[in-house]
């Protein structure tokens, strides 16, 4: 059984490919390789395409008619989608329109989709989970909350069974070493941080000390990567299940704030880590942590490996070994 993967080359759609390898499935990577990794196919095929060419997706489906889709691709940087927020709605929007069409123009009613808690916004305090309401505060979270929206109407209109996961923060790598987490340019705070540990960036940047949290700094939930597409499959499998569509929320429950990430990074690799106080990162909230129940009693999902220690150390141990290149 085929199922097309777009980003599969990316962070979390490689490790996505390989469980769904491990699980009996052929992942087809459908990506257009600008931020992906030819090097991190490495489960099934690479069908070369981008989203926003319609003709491309349509001919990916007639070669390997899927079960289902797995949508990933898009970009996803808050920061960035503060300053060029066009780029992000055009490109997460339209594209995934045009791929939602193409599903359903090749007959797949399955559809599984990475929405984020940036969809939430500035909750102050509160555990966030799939019934809390979504007041996005940057570009990014925007773009994948209409794009939620969209998956609904396309249910009502046409039968779409959409799994939506909405992400908090994803850390590690696979623990096999397989794959792992490489962005260019890097911005994500752990991948950064070991860099600056390992001497290869001067300092990791501290985005503000003054908000309302404990120590100043925000507080985000981390998920262990390969906890997270685990999630996948199990959503996967509800789906052939004809389970209907379903939000599920992906976090470890627990919130770090970035003082508490640099000790566990310090504690982990045995080293110091170089570190400048700056100032606030605009379109970052202060706290965002996930209530994940529901995943874990409707799915079945354990996310045992969402630990600071486990996820630091898999990222530190990928990290140092040879990079993908393009
Ligand atoms: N962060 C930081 N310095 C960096 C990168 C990130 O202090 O160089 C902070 C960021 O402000 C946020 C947290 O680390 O509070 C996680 O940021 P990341 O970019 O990893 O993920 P995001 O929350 O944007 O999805």
């Not at 066009?86 to 995934?96: A, D, H, I, P």
């Not at 959409?162 to 962005?183: L, M």
Request: aromatic content about 8%; glycine content about 10%.
């Amino acid at each position: 059984m085929h199922v097309v993967v777009t980003g599969g080359a990316g962070y979390i759609g490689s490790h996505a490919c390989k469980a769904l390898k491990l699980a009996g499935f052929t992942p087809v990577v459908f990506d257009n390789l600008t931020t992906g990794w030819a090097e991190a196919v490495k489960f099934g095929p690479l069908f070369q395409g981008d989203l926003l060419d319609r003709a491309a997706i349509d001919a990916c489906f007639a070669q390997y008619r899927p079960v289902a889709v797995m949508h990933f691709a898009a970009l996803s940087l808050v920061g960035e989608s503060m300053t060029n927020p066009g780029k992000y709605w055009r490109t997460n929007v339209n594209g995934s329109l045009n791929l939602i069409e193409a599903t359903l123009a090749a007959g797949i009613k399955n559809f599984v989709f990475s929405s984020t808690c940036a969809t939430y916004g500035e909750l102050d305090g509160v555990t966030l989970d799939e019934d809390t309401s979504q007041t996005p505060i940057n570009a990014y979270g925007g773009s994948k909350r209409a794009i939620e929206m969209m998956l609904r109407d396309f249910e009502k209109s046409s039968g779409l069974n959409a799994v939506i996961y909405r992400y908090f923060n994803v850390a590690g790598a696979d623990p096999d070493g397989e794959i792992g987490e490489q962005h260019v340019p890097e911005t994500h705070l752990i991948p950064l941080m070991l860099d600056a540990i390992d001497g290869k960036r001067p300092a990791l940047t501290v985005f503000g000390s003054d908000y309302n949290t404990p120590d100043g700094t925000c507080i985000r939930d981390y998920v262990h990567v390969s906890d997270l597409v685990d999630a996948h499959v199990l959503g996967l499998r509800w789906l052939l299940e004809n389970k209907g569509s379903r939000v599920f929320c992906l976090g470890s429950g627990n919130g770090f704030s970035v003082r508490e990430v640099i000790e566990a990074s310090r504690a982990v690799t045995n080293r110091e880590v170089p570190i400048i106080e700056g100032q606030r990162r605009p379109g970052d909230a202060t706290s965002l942590v996930c209530g994940s129940s529901r995943a874990v009693n409707e799915l079945g999902w354990q996310p045992n490996r969402s630990n600071l220690t486990q996820m630091i150390g898999d990222a530190w141990r990928w990290s140092r070994q040879p990079r993908f290149e393009k």
